[in-house]
């Protein structure tokens, strides 16, 4: 499918480019959204986002993925990707859910406190508090 | 032989101080163009004080006042020579110097503020404040003469100060710390401009107002007598003291119509001016002298 | 960590320091106080850096907690700020010393290897610590309020034995440890006039006051303020006179700081305007305070004068004139307080008969103790100097004479204590008999009230007692007024206003929301990345 | 309008600062160049003799980097804790709906689904899977339940906890054993079987077993918390 | 003996707890003084290294050291007194959970040489710190933990990145080798590396520009938490971020940034103390400000320097703990952390222990704190780092004004409550202010195990390969 990029430097460029849009874009959606549960969501976006980047820098045209499985027979960098960024983003996503999950609890626990969840409308703590 | 040194020269400090005070009366009353009293009036006036049936007294403080003060003036007269060689009314100088009797000339007003104080009258305290503040002035220049005496001559001791006058007096190696001492020195014998202490128009003639009878003479006696020892600290400082009783009577005598015909002449100052003007002139004075040493 | 020596010097500050143990009297604080006089200990048996600031520390914070029981929040405030500021400026003298001599062993410092910046630099740090806990003008502030604050016997440790510290910091560091360095001497002119204009300065803030305690701390500034600058002159009889006038200061202070307690036990009364007349109700402690006055003045008669007749022989051996002069000028000033003194509190009318309680007795022991040694210092005059010259040997100066223990020499001049005790008892009671002897019998006046008021007849209402205003005239002199309507906390105020208002723009970025504090940190990313190759 | 400005103000510099430094970021990742080798392609040479597994990502994930693993279960772990801990927990269902051929079809497909997790789970050595992905398709199975049933569907809390529990137990224990009978955490205890095969793998297919049961649990109870949110 | 028991024993204990659910106060207690018994009994086998699944070199590697082996010993012994603290208020399984795993987290974060093992401990450590900050469900609790989970997970976003981004330029993960390749890294991309490392741990650790959230954090959570968040929690970032720092050889002028950043901590926040009326933020306040000088002193790479730095580490802790303590006890009764509550009780021996911990915390002399401080000042004179010196002593005149204008309040005032103590909190604070004044007057020992710290630390990676 990525065959059209021609050589992987440009395949990886494409896809350099792609992600860190969209990690711009998440970070904005960071700093400027007001709702608590749209910024966590940016989070997931701009996670999801490295995400992308650190794999598809790993991915060459024609790279198999790294399972013994129809007719390989040996493990050879040559022609299969990397396993370890793959093992490594499986935790990072896993580690991005839990954290999501706890962030929206918090979330909806403090909506059911003070009946809002913006962040703009945070004052309950500071000096005079 | 030292006792009776000692009795003469404050025979000799009580005599003069007494007779001065006389002449001080007729010279300013003269200056002022008028006939002054009897020269002999001031100590007749003190007999009389002190023979007088009853005086009253506040408490043992106010008692023991006017004693202390006038320890304080035999004190000074004691440890300031008269002459400046021989054996003779030479007093306890030995035993002391001139730091001694620059710090004694107050303890003797101390004393008597101690009385005052405890009459409880406020304007014998208002006095005794005028005094104190207006001292505050005075003796800076002062000291800053002797200060320049005590430099020059290369110790505090008045017979070696007074040796080093042997070629030149101090009055014409220093004139401007004879200048600015001689100043004060009209402070110091309660001459006008600076007498504000005593003024009897506002403060009911300051410290000596509650005091009465045998008090007041002992006060006045004092006085006498410390004032020839303020004459007398004058000349050994800056007129290289006296060779014999002659040239001492002569030399106390012409500073004592100097201050005497000074102070006629002047208004009173009140004790703000007097501070402004002493802390100024004469101290500006003895700092410039200091400077030239 | 912890190493000393005994020298004799130190014996000296300790001896004194045994003091500390006076509130004891009382019963209170009594780990604060032991901590206090441990803290002194190690400080003047130290022999390593170290060991000076773990006392010099100490001594800080046990005196801050035993002061924290009666002073305000402000005034302790500004206690412990003054002191840890004084202490960091010793930490950094030290630290610096420690940067060139790798050690912080006594022993092991040598300042001839000092090149000249650090060693000015480390003076003026040293300078700073000593100034501080001496109270030189405009770093004085803390003194006079702590002093006034304090419980009647904590002001009396605190003058008679804490000021000293920075005496003996100065001794020990410039005459012992950093002797041979290449300090500008520029710096201890500087010192020198600072010491003198500190104590002209304080002695007129000292006749302004109208409270007990703030007149005596500005006293002990103004005291303090004469050693400073005679040890500036880093000579040998210098440090004698120096000593010699600690020691003095520490007997009077001690006197007069307990014969106020004891008057505050009395009355519970802290100001001039409110007490008076005391004299006949408490004799003996006017007597006393007397004694107290007439020394601290420095009049012959009594021990005051020995020191400073040895502060002015010394200047006149520098011939230092103007020095001089200014000393004496200050000290001549000194009259006018110390008379206030005894005359707000025991002369003049009484302003209202109000309950007097009784004064423990115990108070009355270190004021005997104290009056009884200035008494036999004044008659023995050269008594504590064979033991100043030994401390003066041991810092490598020449020794003084004390043949005889009645004359105190110097190489200006000398007195006869006896002579002059002796001359004065004569005279006093030739006097005194001539008087009793005299004709004429003096009658006590029944009615206190019954004086020359010109003319009137002055009513218990009528406020007799306005002497103790004595030394407002002060605010009309054009010199002196600036120096008391000017007063250095403003300027500490105002500095304590900018941190503050700092403080609340820095708290302030604290308080930003979360999404505030990632886009500054995004921010930071950016700039550094932008700029920072 | 005029707090409507300064809002769309503060965005379009907030805007600018993102662009600036995404850019600032790209032009620096120009130079990004792959490594020579990488320490995934050793794994990766090695992985056959060490761990006979066939799914290379499987191994990293589970025996050369178990340590990250076990990480990563503690963190679900303690992330389901803290939903457990501060949801507050009520019977009602947010998804209330009571269709009965939704509700058959779930009956049919749970067991379905829960076989397919299992199947996921215990080939995770030899093809894409593994505990993670398998134990998600099992929660998946529970989410259909809650869906299906509204109100009425209630999975036994202690049970789904104790199994979470003592799966995340067993996963450390396994750890432990190997450090006190192998010579270090995770050690093969196990025979390693031949490559290829079911019973391939040794420690790792226990370690996937544990890690399926641990992530079915805590999912289930995740989502549990989550649908049966009181009064959001 | 393995260094993994220090993670694995901790999650042993947390996923049996449903086999001792209403005695997790005291297994805690138990876990706690187990596991600093193990820390202790490493002390002569140091240093220790132990890898992983295989004997790559490049496997993951955990490293007993002596500077972690200090770091390690002095979390486990906080743990431990925080635990003895709690056990007075019985079973709490929410503290019991997220301290237990806080401490698996900041032990894995010193002990773990492969960067993305790091990342994963730096998560759990952050986790536990939220569900810790949330602890008191309340409006408090969780808006702090969801501004502390806003800029935590920025943080892990730019540590990811820089993570992802070694990755992929030189393909390793342990940090020792990473120290070996980094120089074949394109310069522009080596700083964009670091620098995102350093936003990641920076966030963390709490630096200035960085580090705006911590006030508000201190506050939301409760006192004792905030023993944990201040002993263990940024020092354990700090110590990562400096031995990645000093691994990686940053140029000159990087540690001279590092070290501008750690003044800068310092100076804003005892400037931002010095205003602040709520205990927790002072105390949060002066927390960052110790940072600042542990960060300014680690920057010099110096020997002497870094030594005197983890003393600092070490006193701070202990008494930043005891503090936090007895606040803790104070805000129980008080209900209200404000200031004010100084100089409402009366109880001798806990003002007495906050009066002295204070006094430490300060520097001022006999405490333990001093020598750390006396030591910073005397290697940074030695370094000529004199406007170091200055900036320290003349920012500490600040921080002494706002910690003894708390302690003022202990003889000021009048209608004072008596505060009942229990023995077993007396004790607890007793010892750690025994502990303060012990090593103030005999540091020796206390000083040459920081000085080997502080040599192994700068001595790079002593892994051998």
């Known amino acids: 499918m990525f065959d059209a990029f021609g050589s992987s430097a440009l395949l990886h460029q494409a896809i350099t480019l792609l992600c860190f849009i969209i990690f711009g874009v998440a970070l904005f959606g960071v700093l400027v959204k007001k709702n608590l549960f749209n910024i966590f969501l940016a989070f997931s976006i701009a996670e999801a986002a490295l995400f992308l980047f650190f794999i598809g820098n790993h991915y060459a045209a024609q790279l198999q993925a790294p399972i013994l499985f129809e007719g390989l027979s040996r493990f050879d960098p040559a022609v299969m990707v990397d396993p370890l960024p793959q093992a490594m983003i499986l935790t990072t996503i896993v580690i991005g859910i839990a954290v999501l999950a706890l962030a929206l609890t918090f979330v909806i626990r403090y909506y059911k406190l003070t009946g809002h969840m913006r962040i703009d409308e945070m004052d309950e703590l500071g000096e005079d508090r | 032989m030292l006792l009776l040194d000692l009795l003469l020269m404050l025979l000799i400090a009580y005599g003069f101080g007494f007779l001065y005070y006389g002449l001080y009366r007729n010279l300013s009353a003269r200056v002022h163009g008028r006939f002054g009293p009897s020269l002999a009036q001031s100590f007749s006036d003190s007999i009389k004080l002190f023979v007088k049936e009853e005086s009253t007294t506040f408490g043992w403080m106010f008692y023991l006042g006017p004693v202390i003060m006038a320890s304080g003036a035999v004190l000074n007269v004691l440890f300031i020579p008269f002459l400046n060689q021989g054996e003779s009314l030479q007093g306890l100088s030995s035993y002391g110097n001139l730091i001694v009797v620059l710090y004694l000339m107050v303890l003797g007003p101390l004393g008597n503020a101690l009385g005052v104080g405890s009459s409880g009258n406020p304007f014998g305290v208002m006095g005794v404040t005028r005094g104190l503040t207006r001292l505050l002035a005075l003796e800076l220049p002062f000291y800053l003469a002797a200060i320049g005496v005590m430099i020059d001559a290369g110790s505090a001791d008045f017979g070696i100060i007074m040796q080093a006058q042997s070629t030149q007096s101090n009055m014409f190696a220093h004139p401007l710390l004879f200048a600015a001492a001689f100043i004060s020195f009209l402070g110091f014998m309660g001459k006008s401009p600076f007498d504000v202490v005593g003024a009897p128009q506002e403060v009911y003639s300051g410290p000596a107002t509650e005091f009465s009878g045998k008090f007041l003479a002992l006060l006045m006696s004092q006085s006498a007598m410390f004032s020839f020892a303020k004459l007398l600290l004058m000349v050994n400082l800056f007129w290289g003291g006296a060779d014999h009783l002659g040239e001492l009577v002569a030399k106390t005598f012409v500073l004592f119509v100097a201050a005497t015909f000074i102070g006629s002449v002047y208004a009173r100052f009140s004790t703000v001016q007097s501070v402004e003007f002493l802390i100024r002139i004469p101290t500006l004075l003895g700092i410039v002298g200091l400077a030239l040493l | 960590m912890f190493h000393f020596e005994a020298t004799l010097l130190a014996h000296l500050f300790f001896g004194l320091s045994l003091l500390v143990i006076l509130p004891l009297l009382r019963r209170r604080d009594l780990v604060l106080h032991l901590l206090l006089l441990l803290s002194l200990g190690i400080l003047f048996y130290a022999s390593s850096l170290a060991t000076l600031f773990i006392g010099w520390e100490m001594m800080g914070w046990s005196s801050y907690f035993i002061l924290a029981s009666s002073a305000r929040v402000a005034t302790l405030q500004r206690y412990i700020l003054f002191n840890l500021g004084g202490a960091f400026a010793l930490l950094g003298a030290i630290a610096l010393l420690y940067g060139f001599m790798g050690s912080l062993e006594y022993r092991d410092i040598d300042a001839s290897l000092l090149p000249p910046w650090a060693m000015n630099a480390i003076a003026l740090l040293l300078f700073v610590a000593v100034f501080v806990k001496s109270g030189i003008i405009g770093l004085h502030d803390w003194v006079v309020d702590s002093y006034s604050e304090a419980t009647p016997l904590f002001s009396a440790i605190l003058s008679a034995i804490l000021s000293k510290a920075g005496i003996y910091l100065f001794i020990v560091m410039f005459m012992v440890l950093l002797k041979e360095g290449a300090t500008e001497p520029l710096l201890f002119e500087i010192m020198a006039w600072l010491g003198v204009i500190t104590s002209i300065v304080a002695t007129f803030k000292a006749i302004s006051q109208d409270e007990m305690r703030r007149l005596l701390a500005y006293s002990s500034i103004a005291q303090i303020g004469y050693i400073i600058t005679i040890l500036a002159l880093m000579q040998g009889f210098a440090l004698e006179a120096a000593l010699y006038h600690t020691l003095i200061h520490t007997l009077i202070k001690l006197l007069l700081f307990m014969n106020i307690a004891s008057i505050i036990a009395i009355t519970q009364k802290e100001r001039f305007s409110e007490l008076g007349g005391m004299i006949y109700h408490a004799p003996v402690l006017f007597l006393l305070l007397v004694i107290g006055i007439i020394a601290l003045a420095g009049m012959p008669l009594l021990g005051g004068f020995n020191s400073k007749f040895l502060i002015y022989t010394a200047l006149l051996e520098e011939k230092r004139a103007l020095l001089l002069g200014a000393v004496m000028f200050s000290s001549a000033s000194a009259f006018l307080y110390c008379y206030k003194l005894v005359y707000g509190i025991y002369l003049g009318q009484r302003p209202q008969e109000a309950s007097l309680h009784v004064s423990p007795k115990s108070y009355y022991l270190p004021q005997l103790l104290s009056a009884a040694l200035l008494v036999l210092l004044a008659l023995l005059p050269s008594l504590p100097v064979g033991y100043l010259s030994v401390i003066g040997v041991e810092l490598g100066f020449a020794p003084l004479d004390d043949s005889n223990l009645f004359i105190l020499q110097s190489a200006f001049g000398s007195f006869h204590g006896g002579a002059l005790m002796g001359a004065f008892g004569v005279a006093f009671v030739a006097l005194l008999g001539l008087l009793q002897l005299a004709h004429s019998k003096a009658k006590k006046v029944k009615d206190p009230l019954d004086i020359s008021y010109c003319g009137e007849v002055p009513r218990s209402e009528t406020n007799l007692h306005f002497g103790y205003g004595m030394g407002y005239e002060l605010h009309r002199i054009s010199f002196i007024a600036p120096l008391l309507r000017h007063h250095s906390r403003v300027l500490w105020d105002r500095l304590s206003l900018i941190a503050s208002d700092f403080s609340a723009l820095l708290s302030s970025l604290y308080s930003l929301s979360a999404q505030h504090v990632t886009l500054l940190a995004l921010l930071l990313f950016t700039l550094l990345l932008l700029g920072g190759q | 309008m005029n707090l409507k400005r300064t809002l769309a103000l503060s965005h379009l510099l907030t805007g600018l600062l993102v662009s600036v430094m995404i850019i600032a970021l790209l032009g620096t990742l120009r130079l990004l160049t792959p490594p020579i080798d990488t320490i995934g392609e050793t794994l990766l040479h090695i992985n056959a003799q060490s761990t006979q597994v066939a799914n290379a990502v499987t191994s990293v994930v589970t025996y050369f980097r178990g340590l990250d693993t076990l990480g990563e279960v503690s963190i679900l772990f303690l992330s389901i804790f803290g939903v457990a801990l501060h949801m507050q927990h009520s019977t009602r269902n947010l998804f209330g709906a009571h269709d009965t051929l939704l509700q058959i079809g779930a009956q049919v497909l749970f067991p379905l689904i829960v076989l397919f997790g299992v199947y996921i789970i215990t080939h995770g050595h030899l093809s894409p899977g593994g505990g993670f992905q398998g134990g998600v398709i099992i929660a998946s199975a529970f989410v259909l339940r809650f869906l299906a049933y509204g109100d009425h569907y209630e999975p036994s809390a202690r049970l789904l906890t104790l199994s979470e529990s003592l799966s995340g137990a067993g996963l450390v224990l396994l750890g432990v054993l190997g450090l006190l009978l192998g010579d270090r955490i995770f050690a093969q205890i196990l025979s390693l079987g031949t490559m290829g095969t079911l019973l391939s793998g040794g420690v790792i297919e226990l370690v996937y077993l544990f890690v399926g049961l641990k992530v079915a649990a805590e999912m289930t109870l995740l989502s549990q918390h989550f649908i049966k949110a009181r009064d959001v | ?465």
């Open chain 5, 1 to 465: 003996m393995s260094l993994l028991y220090f993670v694995l024993l901790p999650l042993l204990a947390l996923f049996l707890m449903p086999l001792y659910r209403k005695h997790l106060h005291i297994i805690s207690v138990m876990l706690n003084l187990t596991l600093l018994t193990l820390a202790l009994t490493c002390t002569h086998t140091l240093p220790m290294v132990e890898r992983v699944a295989v004997d790559l070199p490049f496997a993951i590697t955990f490293v007993l050291e002596r500077a972690s082996w200090l770091l390690l010993t002095l979390f486990t012994l906080i743990m431990s007194l925080v635990s003895l603290y709690h056990l007075r208020y019985g079973n709490d399984k929410a503290l019991f959970v997220a301290s237990t795993m806080l401490g698996v987290g900041v032990s894995g974060l010193i002990l773990s040489h492969d960067l993305f093992n790091i990342y994963i401990f730096f998560e759990i450590s952050s986790i536990s710190a939220y569900l810790l900050t949330a602890l008191n469900q309340d409006v408090k609790a969780y808006g702090g933990a969801i501004r502390y989970m806003i800029v935590g997970a920025f943080a892990s976003l730019f540590l990811l990145l820089g993570i992802m981004l070694i990755y992929l330029s030189i393909g390793v993960l342990d940090i020792g080798a990473i120290a070996e390749r980094f120089g074949l890294i394109e310069p522009r991309l080596q700083f964009l590396i670091l620098l995102s490392l350093f936003i990641g741990f920076g966030i963390k650790a709490e630096l200035f520009g960085l580090n705006f959230w911590v006030a508000d954090i201190y506050q939301a959570s409760r006192s004792s938490v905030g023993s944990l968040f201040s002993a263990l929690l940024s020092k354990s970032y700090l110590f990562v971020l400096f031995h990645l720092t000093y691994l990686l050889h940053v140029s000159p002028s990087q540690l001279f940034f590092l070290g501008l950043i750690g003044a800068l901590t310092f100076v804003a926040a005892e400037f931002s103390a010095f205003k602040s009326h709520e205990s927790k933020r002072i105390f949060a306040f002066s927390t960052l400000g110790q940072i600042g000088i542990i960060t300014l002193a680690l920057s010099y790479a110096d020997a002497m320097l870094s030594a005197a730095a983890l003393m600092l580490i070490l006193t701070h802790a202990v008494a930043k703990t005891a503090l936090f303590l007895a606040l803790d006890l104070l805000e129980r009764h008080f209900h209200s952390s404000h200031s004010t509550i100084f100089a409402r009780f009366h109880a001798p021996f806990l003002m007495g222990i906050i009066a002295l911990a204070g006094l430490s915390l300060l520097g001022i002399p006999p405490f333990a704190g001093f020598v750390a401080k006396l030591s910073i000042l005397t290697g940074l004179a030695s370094l000529e780092a004199y406007g170091a010196v200055a900036l320290i002593l003349l920012i500490s005149l600040i921080e002494a004004a706002y910690l003894f204008r708390l302690l003022t309040g202990f003889r000021q005032g009048t209608g004072k409550e008596r505060l009942y103590v229990a023995w077993s909190h007396k004790l607890l604070l007793g010892f750690m202010v025994l502990l303060l004044l012990g090593f103030g007057l005999m540091p020796e020992p206390l000083l040459q195990l920081c000085q080997a710290a502080a040599a192994s630390m700068l001595g790079g990676n002593h892994v051998p390969l």
